[in-house]
């Protein structure tokens, strides 16, 4: 549980504009939360629904102007959707990692399995994939940190590009572990399970297809 809750909410009916943020905190009566999420992954990371039943929040609470709670959500997605890549590139490194240690190990018709051309090119695909995606990332992060007109487009692209890549990299490293993989005895699985969920937070990876193809045709 969280000391304070950032919240939209709408206090007009004023589209867009009519969405204000305001500040909730944990002790706010009429506040409350609903039983734990039961998820395929981020099992490390609790989810339950935040519930308001007449809970009276005061206007010194508000941030920024009435109305403006839309504009500072749509802020924050450039740096969110930078994070989730960022989640992804990560879990994918250090499933490669631990492909790379266990294809070394594992041996089959007397030598290691890493010996064999097969999994050298599934390694050779997985790290290149993996190094694609955080130059991006990368030049994304550069964008956003330096107000880039085109910050959001490339935003988009590099959350896209480092989910799918990170989910396809994991995969491969649980193939690679063969039917140890699925086993909850390895780290693989679990990996396998909690990157599935990047290419939907943040804007689902359909959507940064949207996002780039519409800006690619404004130009």
Request: net charge neutral; proline share 3%.
């Amino acid at each position: 549980m969280n000391d304070i809750y950032v919240c939209m909410v709408r206090t007009s009916d004023n589209g867009a504009k009519g969405i204000s943020c305001l500040v909730v905190e944990k002790d706010t009566p009429g506040l409350s939360f609903g039983a734990p999420e039961k998820k395929l992954g981020w099992n490390a990371s609790p989810t339950a629904q935040v519930i308001f039943e007449d809970c009276r929040v005061p206007v010194a609470n508000r941030v920024g102007a009435e109305g403006e709670g839309f504009r500072f959500a749509m802020a924050g997605l450039d740096g969110g959707r930078l994070n989730i890549g960022a989640c992804s590139l990560g879990g994918a490194q250090r499933c490669l990692d631990e492909a790379i240690k266990y294809t070394k190990e594992r041996q089959q018709f007397g030598q290691p399995v890493a010996d064999f051309q097969n999994t050298q090119f599934m390694l050779a695909d997985m790290a290149t994939d993996l190094e694609a995606a955080r130059a991006l990332l990368y030049l994304a992060a550069c964008k956003v940190a330096a107000n880039a007109p085109d910050k959001s487009r490339f935003s988009a692209m590099a959350k896209r590009l480092a989910t799918d890549n990170g989910s396809k990299i994991v995969n491969d490293a649980l193939q690679l572990f063969g039917g140890y993989g699925y086993l909850k005895d390895y780290p693989i699985e679990r990996f396998w399970r909690d990157l599935r969920v990047h290419s939907i937070l943040e804007g689902t990876n359909q959507v940064m297809r949207m996002i780039v193809g519409r800006d690619l045709l404004r130009q």
